[in-house]
C-alpha cells in the first residue's frame, strides 16, 4: 500500500514537473545579461614609475592676434605652415585679447574672439601695442617674448633642437549622453627634475566664422573668415597647477582626470584640448600636447 501510494506522488510530481516546464518554456525569455566596465574613478595624483624614454620636444607658438587687424591673416598663415612643415611638433594657440582695443574690438553684430584668459596669457608676456605679434615656448628672442613674425621661424627651429624633459600624454573620451569628455592627463619626468613646473589645460576651437579684417581681401574685411586655433578657454587658472613643487626623479609621475562639459557655443568637434607644461620661475615651455576634444 505504501509502495502504491509513492509511486502515485512520484508520477505526480513528475507531471507537475513537466507542466512547469511547458509554463516555462512558453513564457518570455529573459534578455541576457550585459556586463559593462566600470568607469575608472577620476584621479589626482603623482606616484614614481617607471623611467620612459623621452619623447621628442614638441613647440608651443602663440599666434596673438585680433579681428580688426589686417595683417594678422598672414600670420595665421605662417602659424599653420610653421606647424605643417615640422612633422607635427609645432602646436598652435591663437590668442585674441582684449588690448589693444583698436585691433581687438568686436565687430558689431559678430560674437567678440576675445578671452579674458588670452589677455591675461598675452599680457604676461609684455606689453602689447601692436598686431600681430608671437611668442614661442614663452621664451625671449632677440631679447623680448613677443615677437615679430619675422622671428617666428628661428624662434621655433632654436626650441625643436631642446630636449624634453617630460612625456605628456592627454587621452579625451566623448561622453555622448551627458554631451561631455572625461579627459586624462599624464605627465612622466624623463629624468631629475629640479625646477618647480605647472600645467595649463586649454580649450581651443577652429572653424570659428566671425568678421576679420584683412588687407588682402576686397573691402578690407571678410564676414566668414574662419579663425583658427583660438583659445575658448581654461580649466582653473591660467597660471595652471604643479606637476611638481619639489625635486624628483626621473619616473615622477603627475596624474588627473577630470570632465570637460564645453560650453553652448562651443562646436565641440571642433574643438582641442592643448596642454603645456612650463617652469614657474622662467616660464619656458618644456612640452606641449594636442588631442581633440571629441
Known amino acids: 500500500m505504501r509502495l502504491n501510494l509513492s509511486n502515485s506522488l512520484v508520477l505526480s510530481l513528475v507531471f507537475m514537473l513537466i507542466g512547469l516546464g511547458g509554463l516555462i518554456s512558453c513564457s518570455e525569455e529573459l534578455p541576457p545579461v550585459i556586463m559593462t566596465a566600470e568607469e575608472k574613478p577620476l584621479l589626482d595624483t603623482f606616484y614614481v614609475g617607471s623611467v620612459p624614454a623621452a619623447s621628442p620636444k614638441k613647440v608651443l607658438l602663440f599666434d596673438v592676434t585680433g579681428v580688426r587687424c589686417n595683417n594678422c591673416p598672414k600670420a595665421a598663415v605662417l602659424a599653420k605652415s610653421l606647424a605643417s612643415s615640422n612633422s607635427g611638433r609645432v602646436e598652435v ?5 582684449k588690448t589693444p582695443m583698436s585691433l581687438t574690438f568686436p565687430w558689431s553684430g559678430f560674437d567678440t574672439m576675445s578671452t579674458l584668459e588670452a589677455d591675461q596669457i598675452a ?7 601692436s598686431l600681430p605679434l608671437g611668442a614661442v615656448d614663452q621664451v ?5 617674448k613677443l615677437l615679430n613674425t619675422s622671428d617666428w621661424g628661428a624662434a621655433v627651429t632654436a626650441q625643436l633642437g ?8 592627454i587621452k579625451s573620451t566623448w561622453k555622448p549622453a551627458d554631451g561631455k569628455s572625461r579627459v586624462e592627463i599624464k605627465a612622466v619626468a624623463s629624468s631629475t627634475i629640479s625646477s618647480n613646473y605647472k600645467w595649463v589645460v586649454a580649450i581651443t576651437e577652429s572653424g570659428v566664422k566671425s568678421k576679420q579684417s584683412d588687407q588682402d581681401a576686397p573691402g578690407g574685411s571678410v564676414d566668414d573668415y574662419d579663425h583658427e586655433h583660438a583659445l575658448r578657454g581654461v580649466v582653473g587658472s591660467t597660471l595652471g597647477s604643479d606637476v611638481n613643487t619639489s625635486s624628483v626623479s626621473a619616473g615622477y609621475t603627475r596624474e588627473k582626470h577630470f570632465y ?32 581633440s576634444l571629441k
Open 162 to 169: 631642446k630636449a624634453s624633459l617630460f612625456n605628456l600624454n
Open 123 to 129: 599680457t604676461a608676456l609684455g606689453g602689447i601695442t
Open 93 to 97: 594657440v591663437a590668442l585674441y585679447p
Open 140 to 144: 625671449a628672442y632677440n631679447g623680448s
Open 260 to 291: 570637460l562639459l564645453p560650453k553652448a557655443k562651443w562646436v565641440a568637434a571642433n574643438c582641442d584640448i592643448v596642454v603645456w607644461i612650463y617652469d614657474a620661475n622662467t616660464k619656458e615651455v618644456v612640452q606641449v600636447e594636442r588631442v
